[in-house]
């Protein structure tokens, strides 16, 4: 219970203070999750939607592999990565190891599954009541595709909400790539998980509990921004 009082009051002062690493390392963890999540936002939604319209041979193998791969471990997605990056890799040239950017990349690998699925599974339901209608007016696959995309924004919403989550969360693939540098790749989890081996705990505990607060605001601000909230369309 100590150590919880402690690790409210460590994070009430980091935050009052504006702590500079504490600003640094949220701004850097803002900058990585909010980045895949935009790249696997492009690839997820059309292509979650696509798989709820589209109609093709090996559609439910497609459908079933898109969910297993949402069960990704996420230190095996980061050594995949570390490999293809690493200097001996395919990559290695770009210099990308240990970089933000190997950070994305990770993430982008580990969200896009989750949020493709989600959005596969809400289209179909979508897709269902528009059948009929788009067929009737004789609208092409792509057209179906924004249309769907368009009504079904709410709940793409959703989707997205649960990629940013998974990704602001992640530290074992981070940890693998990014190295966990300070003032570098250092970023809220990383930095917890750091604090905790040091035996620090009431800090580990202050930055878990900004990290929880930052994903609760960026969740609410989503939400409000959107009007989500209104018209008891929650």
């Known amino acids: 219970m100590n150590d ?10 980091l935050v009052v203070q504006l702590d500079a690493d504490l600003v640094e390392i949220t701004l850097r963890s803002l900058q990585v999750s909010v980045s895949a999540l935009a790249i696997a936002c492009m690839i997820a939604l059309p292509l979650g939607t696509w798989l709820a319209v589209q109609r093709f041979r090996f559609r439910r193998g497609v459908i079933a592999l898109l969910n297993a791969l949402m069960g990704l471990p996420p230190v095996v997605v980061g050594l995949i990565v570390y490999i293809l ?84 969360g992640e530290v074992g693939a981070i940890m693998v790539v990014g190295g966990n540098i300070d003032h570098a790749t250092r970023v809220l989890t990383t930095a917890i998980a750091l604090e905790t081996g040091k035996g620090d705990f009431a800090l580990a505990l202050g930055l878990g509990f900004v990290l929880i607060a930052l994903a609760v605001s960026v969740n609410l601000a989503v939400h409000t921004l959107s009007g989500t909230e209104r018209g008891s369309r929650w």
């Not at 690790?7 to 002062?13: E, Y």
């Not at 792509?142 to 990704?167: C, E, I, K, P, S």
Request: charged share 15%; no cysteine; hydrophobic share 55%.
């Open 85 to 168: 990056l690493s200097r001996s890799g395919p990559f290695g040239v770009l210099g990308l190891l240990f970089t933000p950017t190997a950070m994305i990349i990770a993430q982008i690998i580990i969200i896009t599954p989750l949020i493709a699925s989600i959005t596969h599974q809400a289209m179909r339901e979508l897709w269902a009541e528009y059948h009929d209608l788009l067929i009737s007016l004789n609208t092409s696959r792509w057209q179906r595709v924004r249309t769907l995309l368009w009504d079904g924004r709410r709940a793409l919403l959703t989707a997205a909400l649960a990629g940013f989550g998974r990704a602001i």
């Open 4 to 13: 919880i009082l402690s690790g409210l009051q460590a994070a009430f002062w």
